[in-house]
């Protein structure tokens, strides 16, 4: 157990050392790529507390990403009763909004289980891009809503890509410690028992009610720091920012991850980005495999990819990143019993 | 709690910065000049893309031939998939990472709406947007940097409008719109055509672009009575509007937007339905018999055949590739006429002081002008009518400036 | 803007409609149950695989063949194409968690979408069915014969399914299976290979599904995936563990949301799907197993 501490504490302070080191290395466009990496792995974060630990599976965490990155455009661009908020501070009500709508799914979610609750969490991710569209006054409709683009502020002297990186990485790291200490605290154990078998966690006395609810807050209020962190990277939201599938990526990107495994979450959250993004960077190393040629510029060759390595991926692995590190460290942290 | 992030962040930052110093004139060297572009290669819209791969045979073409006044064309385009935040993530690569001297043609009305605040901020010219949306010719004052260049949507409606005022007796018109910008777009410019007939609308009705099929939407105009039909669909919508116009055995006169008037399209859908619909053209159509032996579009396949990288014998009849040629065409002229002294600003002066004439790949006649008040570069074109499987001409060249 | 009056002609025509666009939810949303029914997961895929054997109908209708020569063609290599991958891709991941399964099938999502495109090209294509494009009278209104024959055909289709799985021994497998799975072995049933089964009828369903809709919406790679967003919410509605309710579930959606579309004005085109699913959703607060399936019982 106390191994186990001290690994988790080192991997830590390791990531903690790449993120802030890491620019100097790489260019000052890579630095904005690896931000949006961050934002990804924000959103997982919370995804990995709703299903990973509390066995609640969401489809539909794309649709509070989403309205993380709305309510930053309409407090940045409309503002508030006529006062235009700075994109900073617009980022934890962003967060507390979608918070609150994610307490409001938890509620009928209550009732539902599985696969249906899968289903109609797919169903608000698929819904809620048509909003923006129906209410386009206040929402902006097809043609979205542009911001600012983000400034450094204080007049700091670095590149508008650096200072996105390092307010995203900086939330992520402090938001991984905050879920690193709830899943290890009280909460955590209910929601796992919560996980494991509902009925024993009753007969313990846990509320499901007020847990599971929690558990939907928690993960909404994740996405919706990383759907505020997009928008303001991205100076732009409209329905196409946040499609349906997002939402089915970022499962993708939990299972990639391993489900309850916070650290995981990078692989994740790099995965899903990296195949969206560079599928022609992936083409082009697959190319050297024998019979194999992809040509990146053909259309239909990016999916073509993406799917190839997904599945590759879950067969190899199919506990995911986190599995595979336990599987790998478990002989470390686990006392062995000998008996003679 | 979020001040300790922040200062930590600003603690670290002041560690690592190192910011980029900006470039004198980023794209441009004495033997090259490197342009971009954001377009759909893949997903929905991704025929569309083959806009791009004109432009690149074009400017290959181009650079054979010497060049622009000794620089060779860099031209990098980038897939979007027709979705606008990775256009803007594309766009923000060209401008940082690939450091062009301008955005080109890139495609698609949200697509140039979310990067053109961008571009306009670093004041990079966002030239001959590949969109109809009025606003991108309309409103410079606020976005200098940006100029579009297909006859914009207004426009097409009103000349859509105009025509029926004048030539269909007791017309009862029937719209089928696309429910964003670029179909309200045409609803309202043919509502400024009919003018104080506006009241000849018996029936118009939005779809979502999420829709599985229009039948219902087409059903519901079907009972308006109608005689007259506007398809300002998209794509995919537009075929299934015909399928089920010819479906409920209706037969309305039909107006299809320029966007989805493809000859491709056209040909797959029910000819009953499709003979005899009207729509605008201001490229030639290397699909029609009209100009088969046209010197412009001969010039247009043979560039093609040989700078577009295994082109196929469909691709020298797409419509899309001469319309991205017609765009190259264009902006190699404004470049030789912004000199050898080459900025972004004189790229802009260029622009919007434009007049050419004899662009070998749209209509004879047409002159593609511009001002610094009035950017819309192409505004003349003439209307077409299907018949026998293909698009042909008809009437003068016409014209609406938009407001 | 006006909504156009009310005539009882449109009204049957919608209706018509609705009850057309419902039979491919129900085609669709039935190879979803069959599915999940036998191995727990939900296809992501159902749709890519629907699209990619019309597409295979499409090459060997342009090299010459009717629609209903190439027809069993196309329904053969659907079948076997369904057990090959149920064998390569599920068989060999069945003990992982069901999430990561769910992820394969998003990944052969994406590939087949891929290849299609690589293949046959992006572009919208004609798709010549086997039914004509004229209007027939019915009763004073003019129905389009092609959504009549859809119709019929999905009728056929779904009986011939019943008839499968009440009175042969193989669909007397296939139920024992899916309800479980040890006993089944003890009485001899090969329950793998009832589940290699279960996916080639799954993938056959989706091959008619995409024949039949393919010469009315146009067929292009992403032809499925809207109507397979509308066929998990009917599989939803009907219950996810019940084929009766699938067929039921997908014509009721199909009905409520052409009328909801059409005749509630705020709804529109827009809103269709968030009030249908939201409609859904009320009941299954009412009734957590959907229409007519059965919650999973919980065990300590």
Known sequence: MRTRLWLELSAFVVLAAVVVLLPRFVSDFRARELAIVGMYFIALLGLSVLTGFSGQISLGNGAFMAIGGYTTAILSVDGFYGHQVRDLWTIPIAGVVAGIAGLV????????????????????????????????????????????????????????????????????????????LLVRGKTGRAFKAIRDSEVAAVSSGISLGRYKTLAFGISAFYAGVAG?????????????????????????????????????????????????????TVARWLNHLPALSLDPQKPGIPSVVFGIVLIAVMVLLPTGVGGLVRRLFGPLTTRLYTRS | MRVFVVCAAVAVMAVASAGARPVATPGVSSDEIHIGSSVPLSGEAAIAGNVARGIDAYFKYVNDKGGVLGRKLTYTYLDDGYDPGRAVNNTIRLIQQEQVFAVFSSLGTNNNLAVRKLLNDAKVPQLYVSSGATTFGRDYKKYPWTIGYIPPYSEEGEIYGRYVVKNIKKAKIAVLYQNDDYGRDLLAGMKRGLGKKAKSIVASVGYDPTSSDVQPQVTQLKASKANVLMVFAFGKFSLQ???????????????????????????????????????????????????????????FQSILRKYGNGASSRDLKDGYFTAGMATAYTLVNTLKKAGKNLTRQSLMNAATHLTERGNPFVLPGIVIHTTPTSRFPITQVRLQRWSKGAWRTFGPLVSAKPG | MPIAAFTWTEFAQQLAAGIREGAIYAGLALAIVIIYRSTRVINFAQGEMATFTTFIAWSLMNQGLTFWEAFPIVLAIAFTGGVVIERTLIRPVENAPVLTIVIITVGLALLLNGLMSLIWGGANQQFHGPFSTRTIDVGGVPISVQDIGIVAVSVLLVALLALFFRFTKLGLGMRAAAVNRDSSRLVGVRVSWMFALGWGIATVLGAVAGMMIAPVVFLDPNMMQTILLYAFAAAVLGGLDSPVGAVVGGILLGVTITLLGRYVGFIGSTLKLPAALLLILVLLLVRPGGLFGKVAVRRV
């Open chain 1, 105 to 180: 799914v938890g509620l009928p979610a209550l009732r539902l289980s599985g696969l249906y609750l899968a289903l109609i969490t797919f169903g608000i991710a698929v819904s809620f891009p048509q909003l923006p569209k129906e209410f386009d006054h206040f929402l902006g409709g097809t043609t979205g809503k542009i911001l600012n683009l983000a400034k450094p502020p204080f007049g700091l002297s670095t590149t508008a890509n650096n200072w996105i990186y390092y307010l995203t990485w900086g939330i992520a790291l402090v938001l991984l410690v905050a879920a690193w």
């Open chain 1, 228 to 280: 505020s962190l997009y928008a303001i990277a991205n100076a732009y939201v409209n329905p196409d920012v946040f499609p349906i599938i997002l939402s089915v990526y970022l499962v993708v990107g939990l299972a990639v991850g391993g489900l309850d495994s916070l650290f995981g979450m990078i692989a994740g959250a790099a995965l899903i980005y990296f195949l969206q993004n560079h599928a022609d």
């Open chain 2, 241 to 299: 509007a015909f399928n089920a116009v010819s479906r409920l055995g209706w037969k309305p006169q039909i107006f299809v937007n320029d966007v989805s008037s493809a000859a491709s399209l056209m040909a797959i859908v029910p000819q009953k339905a499709a003979n005899g619909s009207i729509s605008i053209v201001f490229g030639k159509d290397p699909a029609s018999p009209q100009w088969a032996n046209d010197k412009g579009v001969k010039l």
